[in-house]
């Protein structure tokens, strides 16, 4: 009998910590219930614009969209093509990054062209482009990353730095019909 008597003892605190324990987490999802969760009163509270399923293409698009429409007119020749080769590269950048167009617009500096006399757009007989590329770029900028229109501090900088391309790389533009 003293055996059990001493079982019930040794029992009794971790009975009364599991107590204690649940009536914490009832009292945290209590309060937890209490904060708003529909996107306005979520994104006031994150300092981030919401986003819904029927806007998000024109979030993500809209630096990115600018940038294939620059590419869409040089190869239409109906506009400039001075910084076709970056745009291009960006456009590449941006495509294997998917997340990058939806945030904060970019800057490109340190651009050098192993022959900066060369001619950098080509038109070809077969109504494509090609684009001579630069053989180095010295930094892309996304700087004060934060997702566009948001309210909220930004998250930082994403520095691309001393980038090198292969001797003689070149990108070629095909219009559609």
Same mark, same amino acid.
């Given at each position: &009998?003293?055996? $059990?008597?001493? =079982? $019930?003892?040794? @029992?009794? +605190?971790?009975? +009364?910590?599991?107590?204690?324990?649940?009536?914490?987490?009832?009292?945290?999802? %209590?309060?937890?219930?209490?904060?708003?969760?529909?996107?306005?009163?979520?994104?006031?509270?994150?300092? *981030?614009?919401?986003? /819904?399923?029927?806007? *998000?293409?024109?979030?993500?698009?809209?630096?990115?969209?600018?940038?294939?429409? /620059?590419?869409?007119?040089?190869?239409?020749?109906?506009?400039?093509?001075?910084?076709?080769?970056?745009?291009?590269? &960006?456009?590449?950048?941006?495509?294997?990054?998917? %997340? @990058?167009?939806?945030?904060?617009? /970019?800057?490109?500096? =340190?651009?050098?062209?192993?022959?900066?006399?060369?001619?950098?757009?080509?038109?070809?007989?077969?109504?494509?482009?090609?684009?001579?590329?630069?053989?180095? +770029?010295?930094?892309?900028?996304?700087?004060?990353?934060?997702?566009?229109?948001?309210? =909220?501090?930004? *998250?930082?900088?994403?520095?691309?730095?001393? +980038?090198? $391309? $292969?001797?003689?790389?070149?990108?070629? @533009?095909?219009?559609?019909?």
């Amino acid at each position: &009998m003293d055996a $059990l008597l001493n =079982g $019930l003892k040794t @029992l009794r +605190i971790p009975v +009364i910590a599991t107590a204690i324990g649940l009536s914490l987490i009832s009292i945290s999802a %209590f309060a937890e219930s209490k904060i708003p969760t529909d996107p306005e009163s979520l994104a006031k509270r994150v300092g *981030m614009t919401a986003i /819904y399923d029927e806007g *998000m293409s024109e979030v993500v698009a809209q630096g990115f969209q600018d940038d294939v429409d /620059y590419l869409m007119e040089v190869v239409e020749q109906t506009g400039p093509n001075d910084q076709a080769p970056e745009i291009a590269l &960006m456009t590449v950048l941006q495509t294997a990054i998917p %997340f @990058l167009p939806a945030f904060s617009g /970019y800057t490109i500096s =340190g651009v050098e062209y192993d022959d900066p006399e060369a001619e950098r757009v080509i038109f070809n007989a077969d109504a494509t482009v090609t684009l001579i590329l630069p053989d180095r +770029i010295g930094e892309i900028a996304y700087r004060n990353f934060k997702a566009r229109d948001s309210s =909220g501090a930004a *998250m930082g900088d994403i520095v691309f730095d001393e +980038i090198r $391309l $292969l001797e003689n790389s070149t990108l070629k @533009l095909i219009g559609t019909d």
